[in-house]
């Protein structure tokens, strides 16, 4: 078998037609002593949806995304989650079934990857079902192949660099073969090429019908692998849930979410097509309307 049944849409999702993924009603949740982190969220996800969760550091979309995998029950609210009540996931009901089809990639690599090896990582998930030896071996293989990483099968986690413990990671986690995969911050920090391989796998999972939620304050690669985005803002509310290129183009939404800053020459939401000597001393930029440029004094964006 090759890599691609990894990524195969043979799993069927255990939802029933016209039911979500993810409900979540009135959602909250608080840490011990602290200002709660997310407030009244309520977000339905469906089948086969590529969601991207955006916004700044703190807005909670890590809290988001343990809430989403069962880590964490939510102190306010409810939600349901491929037909199981989340507080019942965390507290430990369900659990077992629930985490065959749901697999969170955390931001921090050195939380996923506790083993001696490489191998050992990739294969402690398929361990834990209950899978023959031959199965095992099988599933790390594709998943390692997956991501590029057989050759680091036998290398301890701990001597890697931050792309290829980043990759082992998500190779932990598509062991599993998952049919919702949860990716907080995939592309934080990472060099050009391995952030490319990360979109890349996005669009592939994607294609491949798994539903995908994706944490990220990176505005560049939100339109490569979202259809659908939902903003976070400072105080963990939803503050816009919509098409990636109306979100992206709206200005004073980003700003006020603390995603952009007017004086911040924004690459990453902007495509150059502009030439920097440009009469009008303005970019030409897809994405981001001229009014809302015009509005914003185009040319000291330069
Ligand atoms: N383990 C924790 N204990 C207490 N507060 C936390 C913990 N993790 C996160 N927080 C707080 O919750 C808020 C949301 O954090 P987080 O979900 O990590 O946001 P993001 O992922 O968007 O950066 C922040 O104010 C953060 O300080
Ligand atoms: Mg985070």
């Known amino acids: 078998m090759t890599q691609a049944a990894v990524l195969s849409a043979a799993d069927v999702l255990p939802v029933g037609p016209g039911e979500p993924v993810f ?6 949740y608080r840490y011990a002593g602290r200002q709660p982190a997310l407030n009244d969220v309520n977000l339905t996800i469906w089948p086969g949806e590529r969601v991207v969760l955006l ?12 809430l989403l995998d069962g880590i964490v029950g939510p102190t306010q609210g409810t939600i349901r989650a491929l037909g199981l009540d989340i507080a019942a996931v965390a507290s ?3 659990g077992f079934h629930f985490h065959r089809e ?21 294969a402690f998930g398929p361990l834990q079902l209950g899978l023959s030896r031959g199965e095992v071996k099988q599933r790390c293989d594709e998943a390692m192949a997956e991501m590029g990483i057989a050759h680091l099968a036998d290398r301890a986690p701990f001597e890697l660099s931050g792309g290829e413990k980043k990759r082992a990671a ?10 919702v995969v949860l990716l907080d911050e995939p592309t934080a920090s ?14 592939r999972l994607a294609a491949a019908g798994r539903t995908l939620v994706v944490a990220t304050h990176e505005l560049d690669i939100v339109p490569l692998i979202a259809d659908r985005v939902v903003v976070l803002s400072e105080e963990g509310r939803v503050v816009a849930d919509g098409a ?7 200005r004073d939404l980003l700003v006020r979410a603390n995603l952009i800053h007017e004086h911040l020459h924004e690459h990453g ?5 502009h030439p920097h000597d440009d009469a009008a001393g303005h970019h030409d930029e897809a994405g981001v309307g001229r009014d809302a440029l015009s509005a914003a004094g185009g040319g000291r964006l330069q």
């Open 170 to 179: 998500i190779a932990s986690v598509l062991s599993l073969r998952p049919d």
């Open 23 to 28: 409900a979540l009603r009135g959602v909250g």
């Open 269 to 273: 939401v902007v495509e150059h097509s």
């Open 55 to 66: 916004g700044a550091n703190g807005s909670g979309k890590s809290t988001l995304l343990k």
């Open 92 to 94: 430990g009901e369900d």
């Open 102 to 122: 749901v697999g969170l990639v955390f931001q921090d690599p050195d939380i996923q990857l506790f083993s001696a090896t490489v191998l050992d990582d990739v």
């Open 190 to 203: 990472l060099d050009p090429r391995t952030k490319w391989v990360l979109v890349d796998l996005v669009q």
């Open 244 to 250: 990636p290129a109306a979100i992206l183009a709206d």
